[in-house]
């Protein structure tokens, strides 16, 4: 079972507006910074939030991202068909003293 | 830009020892404020890291793997590599190695992250 966690699933239709949560704990991201990368099934992931909510160059700025306390979270705005990948959160842990992921989230366009 | 592209072998036998190397291209390994990573993962599962190493070779290795982890960096070549001893089926993953940059400040890390990644390379442990 993962130190950070994430709903196995999430879906949408084209448009629409998506959301991932990822809940940890006041060792990883109660105190650290939480990142996404989006993974193509079959591709490597992808950096696509850091800091919390930096987007590096090149990512649509439909995706945002945000941390409360020691939940973070995603937000997709206009759901594209393109999106369709799994979603992956991690951030620093200084209990366990690594980098701890999320199991990762499955996004499907309906 | 830089790029980073796994090479090993794709079959280990279970007890032996994994080696893999990751060439980097587009960029020195020896840049100031980046950390060299390994991660792994199971066939349908998450992501799990592995260790990192800085071009000094300063290491730091997830304990969970315990005694079994060496990663090392050879300038000469801008490449670093990967050791896993006493491998078993639970070993069995896609390996993938990435560029860790970092913001510091008064020497600590106040945020870092993983960019980019390699293609991945899957090992298989069996006998």
Redesign the interface.
Known sequence: QSVVSQPPSASGTPGQRVTIACSGSSSNIGSHSANWYQQVPGTAPKLLIYSNHKRPSGVPGRFSGSKSGTSASLAISGLQSEDEAIYHCGAWDDSLNAWVFGGGTKVTVL | QVQLQESGPGLVKPSQTLSLTCAVSGGAITTDNFYWSWFRQPAG?????IGRVYFSGNT?Y???LKNRVTMSVDPSKNQFSLRLTSVTAADTAVY?CVREGM?TFGGVIT??????????TLVIVSS
């Open positions: 599962k998450g992501l799990q890291w730091k997830n304990p969970s993938y913001i945020d870092d992250w993983f960019d980019p990644w390699g293609q991945g």
